[in-house]
């Protein structure tokens, strides 16, 4: 399948994201061979750039597109998202907005538990097609690297059916789509908890892991749903069976989520709105990957904001993601989710792109988020001449191209 050659000519600004800034290059030209970046280089310093195509010229051998006035950036990666599922909750919604909180609603019997029921009576083609059309809304927001979450179905059958559209979406090469066991999303109705963790462990981790259906092991760690010692119990049952483990810490509540990260060697954890300061500090040491949710955090109106400054302050990488999900954050556009972390948690513009493109790659152990020589061609083009309009144009969606492996997704 060798692709066409594309040139990205003249483009204001190159956002490379390597280094440690963004690695800009002003005046630059971006050339792609067979789905790769081959250079980056300031437009007089370009190698042979592929002249425009002529009549006679075979179809499609080499694309030229003038960049003038715009910043190209690395496909955008969301390292957080529960992607596949059934219904959506828009009742749940406005009773928030009366005054209930998402305790009380997921007490209430409410919550992750209503789209479980949804989840498990759709068919697998239903659950597909809702969720292309999701992935489509997603590439139009320049993401062209996905992790994707079961954890609707609470049950081994429907989580294996989760994971096997997630990995019909990824055949649809829209995006990379990086799959998470998230059977630990709560505990289904009529179980025990301790009961439900040794399904998970004895039957469901090792049916996931035998089908290869997923790369991540993931758990909602909290004191009201899984606690630390259970977390631990389930991250380290995934390891076993080659799930790299990661984790929803200290989102509702202290629950010592961050401590359990660094303690099984998570990839990442994610929300991390009260974390302790010694499990951040175990974080920083073992290297793990705080995902910031700031979406969820407006959409659910939370009081609590990830203490960025201390994560700084510890060298803490930051990766920022949409938390795509019916229940309490439906943003899908990755722009908006890099405002809210700037707004909202005081990131840097800097460290807010960084958040959405290489770092959220670590998070999700992938060498993705950069553009350089050697690495697949996923790029955005947008229509902002300078970097700071991608995080204070507001609600404006600046993608012109989206662009996987050299093809485009969307334009
Ligand atoms: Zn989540």
């Given at each position: 399948?060798?692709?066409?050659?594309?040139?990205?000519?003249?483009?204001?600004?190159?956002?490379?994201?390597?280094?440690?800034?963004?690695?800009?290059?002003?005046?630059?030209?971006?050339?792609?061979?067979?789905?790769?970046?081959?250079?980056v280089?300031?437009?007089?310093?370009?190698?042979?750039?592929?002249?425009?195509?002529?009549p006679g010229?075979?179809?499609?051998?080499?694309?030229?597109?003038?960049?003038?006035?715009?910043?190209?950036?690395?496909?955008?990666?969301?390292?957080?998202?529960?992607?596949v599922?059934?219904?959506?909750r828009a009742?749940?919604?406005?009773?928030?907005?009366?005054?209930?909180?998402?305790?009380?609603?997921?007490?209430?019997g409410?919550?992750?538990?209503?789209?479980?029921?949804?989840?498990?009576?759709?068919s697998?083609?239903?659950?597909?097609?809702?969720a292309?059309?999701?992935?489509?809304?997603?590439?139009?927001?320049?993401?062209?690297?996905?992790?994707?979450?079961?954890?609707?179905?609470?049950?081994?059958?429907?989580?294996?059916?989760?994971?096997?559209?997630?990995?019909?979406?990824?055949?649809?090469?829209?995006?990379?789509?990086v799959?998470?066991?998230?059977?630990?999303?709560?505990?289904?109705e009529?179980?025990?908890?301790?009961?439900?963790v040794?399904?998970?462990?004895?039957?469901m981790?090792?049916?996931?892991?035998?089908?290869?259906?997923?790369?991540?092991?993931?758990?909602?760690c909290?004191?009201?749903?899984?606690?630390?010692?259970?977390s631990?119990?389930?991250?380290?049952?995934?390891?076993?069976?080659?799930?790299?483990?990661?984790?929803?810490?200290?989102?509702?509540?202290?629950?010592?989520?961050?401590?359990?990260?660094a303690?099984?060697?998570?990839a990442?954890a994610?929300?991390?709105?009260?974390?302790?300061?010694?499990?951040?500090?175990?974080?920083?040491?073992?290297?793990?990957?705080?995902?910031?949710?700031?979406?969820?955090?407006?959409?659910l109106?939370?009081?609590?904001r990830s203490?960025?400054?201390?994560?700084?302050?510890?060298?803490?990488?930051?990766?920022?993601?949409?938390?795509?999900?019916?229940?309490?954050?439906?943003?899908?556009?990755?722009?908006?989710?890099?405002?809210?972390?700037?707004?909202?948690?005081?990131?840097?513009?800097?460290?807010?792109?960084?958040?959405?493109?290489?770092n959220?790659?670590?998070?999700?152990?992938?060498?993705?988020?950069?553009?350089e020589?050697?690495?697949?061609a996923?790029?955005?083009?947008?229509?902002?001449?300078?970097?700071?309009?991608?995080v204070?144009?507001?609600?404006?969606?600046?993608?012109?191209?989206?662009?996987?492996?050299?093809?485009?997704?969307?334009?």
């Amino acid at each position: 399948m060798p692709d066409n050659s594309l040139v990205l000519s003249n483009c204001s600004q190159v956002l490379t994201m390597t280094g440690d800034g963004l690695g800009m290059v002003e005046n630059a030209t971006v050339r792609v061979e067979d789905g790769r970046v081959v250079e980056v280089a300031p437009a007089a310093n370009a190698g042979t750039v592929p002249r425009s195509a002529q009549p006679g010229d075979s179809p499609s051998r080499s694309q030229e597109i003038d960049c003038r006035n715009c910043v190209v950036m690395p496909g955008l990666v969301d390292p957080h998202t529960h992607l596949v599922f059934g219904g959506w909750r828009a009742e749940e919604f406005e009773m928030r907005l009366a005054g209930r909180t998402y305790k009380e609603i997921a007490q209430a019997g409410g919550g992750i538990l209503s789209t479980v029921k949804a989840t498990r009576a759709a068919s697998e083609d239903e659950l597909f097609a809702s969720a292309l059309a999701r992935l489509q809304e997603m590439t139009a927001w320049g993401t062209t690297t996905v992790e994707v979450k079961s954890g609707y179905g609470l049950d081994t059958e429907t989580e294996l059916k989760l994971l096997r559209v997630a990995r019909r979406l990824d055949e649809e090469e829209l995006a990379t789509v990086v799959p998470t066991l998230l059977g630990a999303h709560s505990v289904p109705e009529g179980s025990d908890t301790s009961d439900y963790v040794r399904l998970l462990t004895d039957e469901m981790i090792p049916a996931v892991a035998a089908a290869g259906l997923a790369k991540f092991c993931d758990v909602f760690c909290e004191n009201f749903v899984f606690n630390a010692a259970e977390s631990t119990r389930v991250l380290e049952a995934g390891r076993k069976h080659g799930l790299v483990p990661t984790i929803h810490a200290d989102e509702i509540e202290p629950s010592g989520g961050a401590e359990v990260a660094a303690r099984v060697g998570a990839a990442s954890a994610s929300h991390l709105l009260q974390p302790s300061d010694a499990g951040l500090r175990a974080m920083a040491a073992s290297g793990v990957v705080a995902v910031l949710l700031p979406g969820t955090c407006f959409f659910l109106r939370e009081a609590h904001r990830s203490p960025v400054a201390r994560m700084r302050e510890l060298g803490i990488t930051m990766a920022v993601a949409t938390d795509f999900n019916p229940g309490s954050c439906t943003l899908l556009a990755q722009p908006l989710a890099a405002q809210f972390a700037c707004v909202y948690y005081g990131l840097t513009v800097v460290e807010a792109l960084r958040g959405i493109t290489v770092n959220a790659a670590r998070a999700l152990r992938l060498e993705a988020g950069t553009i350089e020589p050697g690495r697949w061609a996923d790029l955005v083009v947008t229509d902002v001449p300078d970097y700071r309009h991608l995080v204070y144009r507001l609600g404006h969606n600046p993608v012109r191209f989206t662009i996987r492996r050299g093809r485009f997704t969307c334009r």
